[in-house]
C-alpha cells in the first residue's frame, strides 16, 4: 500500500516532513493539543483535518478562519493526490509519496523535525512566505495566490534576474525584472513565467502607484502565459541565442516593402542595436511574437548572424 507524507515547500516550516499513517486523521491547527502545529496567526486552532483511509488522502476544512486550499481552490472536503499542494496560513504543503521506513517515524519526531526546520527559518522572521521556484513552479504559486486572494509583492531572485509581481487580493496589477522600464508590466509577467529556479518571497504590499497596471485576471493572465510557454518550447530550436549580434544582410536584396509593419520594426530594432537580447526588451511585443518575427527574417534573409 502506499505511503505518504506532508512536505513543507514555503513558509515557516519549510524543510519539514510529517508522515501519514494510514487509516487514520490528524487534526492541522495552532493548538497546542492537535496533532500537527503550526504556530502562525492566519491558522486556526483547528484548522484542518487529514485522513488516510482506504489508501486514499482526504483533506477538510474545520471551518478556518482563513480556509484551506488545494491546487489554488478553497476547498470544504476533498481527496488529494500525490503531487497536490496545499495551501494552510503561510504554508505550502505539498502530498508526496514515501518508503515506508520513512513511515516509522513518530509524530513526536516528525513535529520535532518541524520545529527544527521553523529554527533553521528564523533568520527570514518576517517573511510570511518564501521558497523555491524549483520546488514549485511560478505559474503553480501564482494560483495558489491566487485562490488565497494573497495581496503583496512577490519576489523571486533567479540567474536570471530579480522579477517583481504584485498582488492585490490575488490580482496580478504590475510585474517587473530588474526594474527595467523597458519590458512592459505584461511581457515581465511572461517572462517571469518561465524561469526555472531561484528563491522567492512574499513580501509586504507595496502603496507604489504605476501608470501602467495589468487588468486582466490572474486566471487569464496564467492560460496566456501557459500557451506562451509552449509555443516558446516549440521553437526551441529554431530561437537565435539571445546573446548574440545579428545585423542587416548586406547586399539586402529581399524588397522591405514586402513586411508587414510589425515585422519592419523589429527589423529596425536589429539594426539599432543588434544583439538579441536587447532587441526582445525593446520590442514591445511579447518574447513570443519578436521571436516569431525574427525567425521570419532569419529565414528570408533579412537579417544575418554577425560574427
Known amino acids: 500500500m502506499s505511503q505518504f507524507a506532508l512536505r513543507f515547500i514555503s513558509g515557516k516550516y519549510q524543510g519539514g516532513e510529517f508522515p501519514l499513517r494510514m487509516n487514520r486523521e490528524i487534526i492541522i491547527g495552532r493548538s497546542s493539543d492537535v ?3 503550526l504556530v502562525e496567526d492566519m491558522v486556526s486552532r483547528r484548522h484542518a483535518k487529514i485522513s488516510t483511509m482506504g489508501g486514499e488522502v482526504a483533506i477538510e476544512d474545520l471551518n478556518s478562519t482563513n480556509g484551506t486550499f488545494v491546487n489554488g481552490e478553497r476547498v470544504k472536503r476533498i481527496h488529494v493526490k500525490v503531487g497536490d499542494r496545499i495551501l494552510i496560513g503561510t504554508s505550502i ?6 518508503e515506508r521506513e520513512s ?5 513526536g519526531e516528525a513535529r520535532s523535525r518541524m520545529a527544527g526546520a521553523s529554527a533553521r527559518k528564523s533568520t527570514t522572521s518576517g517573511r510570511p512566505m518564501s521558497g523555491t521556484i524549483d520546488e514549485i513552479p511560478l505559474p503553480d504559486l501564482l494560483q495558489l495566490l491566487s ?7 512577490l519576489a523571486v531572485r533567479s540567474v536570471d534576474g530579480f522579477g517583481k509581481v504584485y498582488l492585490r487580493q490575488g490580482r496580478v496589477y504590475y510585474a517587473s525584472i530588474d526594474d527595467s522600464f523597458d519590458l512592459s508590466p505584461l511581457k515581465a509577467f511572461y517572462r517571469l513565467l518561465i524561469w526555472k529556479s531561484g528563491a522567492f ?3 509586504a504590499p507595496d502603496d507604489k502607484e504605476f501608470l501602467e497596471e495589468i487588468n486582466e485576471s490572474t486566471e487569464a493572465l496564467l492560460m496566456e502565459g501557459m500557451r506562451q510557454m509552449d ?3 516549440r521553437l526551441e530550436d529554431e530561437k537565435p541565442d539571445p546573446n548574440v549580434i545579428y545585423g542587416l544582410s548586406s547586399p539586402l536584396v529581399p524588397p522591405l516593402k514586402d513586411l508587414e509593419p510589425e515585422r519592419l520594426d523589429i527589423l529596425q530594432l536589429v539594426h539599432n542595436y543588434g544583439q538579441i537580447q536587447t532587441v526582445l526588451d525593446k520590442s514591445p511585443l511579447a518574447d513570443l511574437e519578436t521571436y516569431e518575427h525574427l ?3 532569419i529565414d528570408k534573409e533579412y537579417i544575418v548572424l554577425l560574427d
Open 35 to 37: 496533532d500537527m502545529v
Open 93 to 98: 504543503i505539498k502530498l508526496v509519496s514515501v
Open 103 to 107: 513511515q516509522m517515524i513518530s509524530d
Open 147 to 153: 485562490g488565497s486572494r494573497k495581496s503583496g509583492v
Open 201 to 203: 518571497e512574499l513580501q
Open 231 to 233: 509555443e516558446l518550447s
Open 295 to 297: 525567425i521570419a527574417l
